[in-house]
């Protein structure tokens, strides 16, 4: 009993292995059960064992890569535009290290269409993800840095929070989908440097 709960479990990891790769590779709406069932010499059945919709696959991965790293570590105790900077980088310095987070990364970015209909039944399936939003909790952080001074701009934490995502992703773009030849790291850096001058407290 113990080792067919063990083989079920391994059988599961492999399927959402599989998965972020045909996703990353196909796009998320061409991949089917049977694509994924053939690359683990699986039945589609035995898929649909594990999981019983394609949304089900992607909500557990949605939870698995955030359970490994949780974007924009540390942002919620973030008290100046330092650690919002700081923040930043820890979540760049993973994905230029880490492989699988770089391919979920890519698929989240190019490979999937974020329609609201998706997002609707992933909030409802995944409500841990949908309330630890990165986004929400970088707004949050801009808010506390505001509060104590540490952020004056006539910008809100809204449109300061854009600036600073559109850079950190616009980069990302460029270096793995447009496959520009630039440095990821020192030109973040750089970026995040020139919006946070923009509108530190002077």
């Known amino acids: 009993m113990r080792r067919s709960r ?8 492999a399927i959402l292995r599989e998965a972020l790769d045909c996703f990353a590779t196909r796009g998320y709406a061409l991949t089917t059960f049977q694509d994924i069932a053939e690359r683990i010499h699986l039945t589609k059945g035995a898929v649909f064992w594990h999981f019983k919709t394609k949304e089900d696959l992607l909500a557990e991965l949605l939870l698995q890569m955030q359970e490994s790293f949780k974007p924009l570590p540390h942002v919620d105790e973030a008290e100046s535009l330092e650690d ?16 699988t987070q770089r391919k979920f990364m890519k698929f989240v970015l190019s490979r999937v269409e ?3 209909a998706l997002k609707r039944t992933l909030a ?3 409500d841990a993800v949908t309330q630890d939003n990165p986004y929400a909790r970088l707004e949050r952080g801009l808010a506390r840095v505001r509060a104590a001074g540490g952020l004056v701009s006539p910008l ?16 990302f773009r460029e270096a793995w989908l447009h496959k520009t030849a630039v440095p990821v790291l020192p030109t973040l850096e750089a970026g995040l440097d ?4 923009g509108i530190r407290r002077q």
């Open 124 to 126: 409802r399936k995944v």
């Open 84 to 99: 919002i900077r700081a923040a930043f980088l820890a979540w760049a310095s993973v994905l230029t290290r880490n492989a």
């Open 6 to 13: 063990e083989e079920a479990l391994e059988t599961r990891r």
């Open 156 to 171: 809100d934490d809204t449109q300061v929070a854009g600036l600073l995502c559109s850079v950190f992703f616009g980069i």
């Open 114 to 116: 974020w329609s609201d």
């Open 194 to 197: 020139f919006i946070l001058q």
